[in-house]
């Protein structure tokens, strides 16, 4: 049995995580952004799901295990490799953001700023080296700069429903209900 994402943004999609959006608004709202710049089907479901694994957590972020890992882990099984390596490393590709150009700190969140710090900071030569020869790390930093854009309040974006078709591809049927921006 696949992992019901739909359910997850029922039960939990409502939550805030120190954001003025809410879970299932944010993700929304990445999504509308990767599909408004043609992103492919798969970068597309990297961005609606992105940070499914706040939805699962229990614990806080840590460099050695964050909501990204979570995410990827919970997809693993029933996504393409690409998807579930872009959820994991969004968390990364902020730190990488913030180690290559200093300034785009200044533009995160108070939110990404404390996470930043509990994700471990800024990245060392080694990390940033390893993360560039990655052939999917530009999506990931594509990712990551549509999650930094995604905290609107009361933007306008497709419901849930909208992105059934992707969803259902890999992930199988989903308990469809009514609520907001699901169904």
């Known amino acids: 049995m696949s992992v019901d994402v739909v359910a997850l943004f029922a039960a939990r999609g409502g939550a805030r995580y120190e954001e003025a959006v809410t879970q299932l608004e944010h993700a929304l709202q990445c999504a509308a952004l990767a599909r408004r710049e043609r992103a492919d089907d798969e970068v597309v479901l990297a961005a609606l799901l992105h940070d499914i694994g706040h939805l699962v957590r229990r614990t806080p972020d840590a460099p050695e295990g964050h909501h990204g890992h979570e995410g990827a882990s919970l997809l693993h099984p029933w996504v393409p490799a690409r998807v ?100």
Do not use: M
Request: hydrophobic share 40%; aromatic share 8%; net charge positive.
């Open 84 to 183: 579930a390596w872009l959820v994991e490393h969004h968390v990364v590709a902020k730190r990488y953001l913030c180690t290559v150009n200093p300034s785009y700190t200044g533009r995160l969140s108070p939110a990404s700023v404390r996470s930043l710090a509990a994700q471990g900071a800024v990245l060392d030569l080694e990390q940033r080296l390893a993360l560039e020869t990655q052939p999917w790390f530009g999506d990931a930093v594509r990712i990551r700069r549509w999650d930094d854009d995604a905290k609107v309040i009361d933007a306008v974006t497709p419901p849930l429903v909208a992105y059934r078709e992707l969803i259902e591809r890999w992930l199988g049927p989903q308990s469809w209900r009514s609520g907001r921006g699901i169904g």
